[in-house]
């Protein structure tokens, strides 16, 4: 992912790092103007619905976790 892509209410600044599966961006919430990250499945991995399942889990498991040492979790539908 070179460019950014177009994510409703996320303005998308520059791309801070990922993996095989995934590609994490500095972002921006449109809404309240805070500043986020946002994870997004490669477009280029071969098998996706692999990838949305995983990705689920770790949401899910992240949405279950609150420390102050830990970033917040949210969801985009």
Do not use: W, Y
């Not at 177009?6 to 791309?15: E, S």
């Not at 095989?20 to 103007?33: L, M």
Request: charged residues 25%.
């Amino acid at each position: 992912m070179l460019l950014p892509p177009k994510i409703p209410g996320f303005t998308l600044i520059r791309r801070l790092g990922g993996g095989a599966i995934t590609s994490v961006f500095e972002a921006r919430e449109e809404e309240s103007g805070s500043p986020c990250a946002v994870k997004l499945i490669r477009p280029d991995f071969e098998d996706q619905e692999m990838a949305r399942q995983l990705l689920r889990r770790e949401a899910r498991i992240g949405l279950s976790l609150r420390h102050p040492n830990i970033v917040r979790v949210t969801q985009a539908q």
